[in-house]
């Protein structure tokens, strides 16, 4: 593993790789937002001379139509980025940006409403075929290490950006003059097509893919793409109950604001730039907590949060309605700072929970259709996004108040969260590893760039306690098989945890020659395929502590399958509850929490060097005099 990919996140703005399609992405949401905000303020306030339509509807109907062509485009788009260069799609989508920006500048100059709707409509469809080629560039430049952090980046900047363009667009509408609104419009736009010429080239992924421009077939066929790995589609399904989530507290805030809270415009300002703030520093965090690995244990953490406070930010909310309370005024108020703080934490815990979601897609996605399956996501976006709408309203009108929708929000979270972690026990897995080495114990990770960042290896370790197989798959960027003894699968929660682990059971072949065979024949399996298998060679859990001797059938391994052999040990956990050092239960309670443990990982050992005893010497020599 190189030493770039161990770099902060921020390091990646130093870089061509990143920085200019980081610059057009960001000034593309910024963008899109001082448009938007522009054009529903103007024809709110100046009606009259723009519309015939309510501003409620207008806002909806602007809503909607910047939506729609996610639905009716997306297919279309994630096949063209997967066709062609990403980098000539990117450019050629900010290209038209200053072409709709001119659009825009004749609506805002004949008033006519017609063209301006049509502006944002185009927006929409330059969004739409912006977000294949921008998520699916990322896993073509950044290296596994740098997903996360690269993703955190994205999210980040797009919600400075929607932050920003809120704030740009109020200043803008304020002053009315309708030059300085083009020039700024259009001015953003070419320095998001400038900032695209740096993107450097790269190869197409799927160069004969042929395409196809029927939308409904399209857009089948990146769902079908999207549906090709479970896990994907599931976290796509997550990513995409973000949005769901997201729109149902977002568009309800000036409701909430003016009608509950007593707040003014400015009070809406002020509650969505906690949120966007939240989602960048909750997605900064992303790295730090993961450790620069796609860690989906995050995944669970943040949708604890997202309920948690959800449903706090009912009992916090303050009853001031008609008030009409300035920032500073809401701000002194009574209950209101715990307003705020709530609203900042469903952004952080938002940004936890879709940082690696969307990691975990492009990581676990085939490169050559990548862009399809985000193009599917984008339409799932969009559908669920309408269905919130849909919801909010079906509620509202049933009598439900806006806190009490809020609280509902929390709530359907909760259940979500739930059925999605019990169709893929690896979420709740990869959280309860990261729970046990960041709140129970203090992990050590040592070496760890010697486990390969591709292809097959066998992992070889000492085996201490029952959380072994816990730890060092917290520790490890990959996804490991661990070979346990079949009597483990009976203890309960060990079991179930090892079963959503997808532990390859193996027993003594005179005790059940069928499982101890279907285990070699699993393992070599999982070899060819590239992936990586633990084994411990001691074949029990040290009654005394100490490296017992290695059993034979890990050789049989190496030699029905040569893969290179990766010499790991820990040490800390013979003092835990999980050894077998105490007899009795009851004194198995933790004595202390936070204990600092070890995990040593040695260098590769090749097929033909190794042998039981080399590779017990190296263990021995890693773990050292520490149990």
């Known amino acids: 593993m190189s030493q770039q990919s161990n770099q902060s996140q921020f390091k990646l703005l130093a870089q061509r790789r990143f920085l200019p399609f980081f610059g057009a992405q960001a000034l593309g949401a910024f963008n899109d937002n001082v448009y938007k905000n522009v054009l529903v303020i103007i024809a709110t306030y100046q009606s ?103 993703n955190a980046m994205v999210e980040m900047g797009t919600f400075v950006a929607i932050v920003l363009g809120t704030l740009v667009a109020g ?36 160069p004969t893919l042929k395409i196809d421009w029927r939308p409904w077939t399209s857009t089948w066929e990146n769902l079908r793409a999207a549906a090709e790995s479970r896990v994907v589609f599931l976290s796509i399904l997550g990513i995409s109950w973000f949005w769901f989530y997201g729109a149902l507290v977002l568009a309800q805030l000036p409701l909430y604001t003016k009608d509950v809270l007593g707040g003014s415009e400015e009070v809406v300002t002020v509650l969505l730039v906690m949120f966007s703030a939240g989602v960048g520093i909750g997605s900064l965090l992303c790295e730090r907590l993961s450790g620069r690995k796609v860690e989906i244990g995050l995944v669970p953490f943040g949708s604890i949060g997202l309920t948690v406070f959800a449903v706090d930010l009912f009992f916090a909310t303050p009853t001031m309605a008609g008030a009409n309370l300035s920032a500073r005024e809401f701000i002194a108020a009574p209950g209101s700072l715990r307003v705020l703080i709530d609203m900042a934490l469903i952004g952080v815990f938002g940004g936890l ?88 114990y203090r992990l050590d990770r040592r ?49 179930t945890l090892f079963r959503g682990m997808k532990a390859i059971p ?49 050789m049989r391994i190496l030699k029905e399958t040569p893969v ?33 443990i070890t995990l040593k990982v040695g260098e590769l050992i090749t097929p033909e060097r190794a042998d039981l005893q080399l590779l017990r010497e190296r263990v021995v020599e890693l773990r050292g005099k520490a149990r």
Request: proline content about 6%.
């Open 353 to 440: 929970f879709i940082v690696p979601l969307y990691a975990l897609v492009q990581q676990r996605t085939r490169r050559e259709i990548m862009s399809r399956v985000i193009g599917a996501n984008s339409i799932l976006n969009a559908v669920f996004m309408v269905v919130a709408a849909g919801l909010a309203a079906l509620a509202l009108h049933a009598g439900l108040t806006i806190p009490q929708l809020l609280l509902l929000t929390g709530v359907l979270n909760a259940f979500v969260a739930i059925y999605i972690y019990s169709l893929v026990p690896e979420f709740l897995l990869r959280f309860i590893a990261w729970l046990l080495i960041h709140f129970v």
């Open 171 to 206: 200043l803008l509408a304020a002053d009315g003059s309708i030059p300085t609104i083009v020039i700024t419009l259009v001015a953003i736009a070419s320095v998001g097509f400038l900032s695209s010429l740096a993107i450097p080239k790269l190869q197409p992924a799927a």
């Open 564 to 596: 290179p052999v990766v010499p790991m040990s820990l040490s800390g956990l013979w003092d835990s509850m999980f050894s077998r050092k105490y007899k009795q239960v009851w004194k198995r309670w933790p004595r202390r929490f936070w204990a600092r």
């Open 48 to 150: 009259a001379s723009y519309t015939a339509l309510e501003p409620a509807l207008l806002t909806n109907v602007a809503a909607g139509l910047f939506i729609l062509p996610f639905v009716l485009f997306s297919g279309l788009a994630g096949q063209l980025a997967d066709r062609y260069d990403k980098s000539v799609v990117l450019k050629a989508v900010k290209t038209a940006e200053i072409a709709i920006m001119g659009i825009a500048g004749v609506g805002f100059a004949t008033h006519s409403i017609e063209v301006l709707l049509g502006a944002l409509f185009l927006m929409g469809v330059h969004s739409t075929f912006f977000a294949p080629a921008k998520y699916g560039l990322l896993p073509e430049v950044l290296r596994d290490a740098e997903l996360v952090g690269g």
């Open 447 to 495: 070496g760890i760039d010697n486990i390969p960042e591709e292809g097959p290896a066998l992992l070889i370790c000492n085996h201490v306690g029952f959380a072994d197989a816990i730890v060092i798959s917290a520790a490890c960027p990959r996804p490991i098989r661990f070979i346990m003894e079949r009597s483990i699968f009976k203890i309960p929660v060990l079991s």
């Open 506 to 554: 193996v027993a003594p072949s005179k005790e059940d020659p069928e499982v101890y065979e279907r285990a070699f024949q699993l393992v070599a399996a999982e070899l060819r395929d590239g992936n990586l298998v633990c084994i411990f060679p001691e074949g029990k859990l040290t009654p005394d502590g100490e490296i017992g001797e290695f059993r034979a059938g890990m």
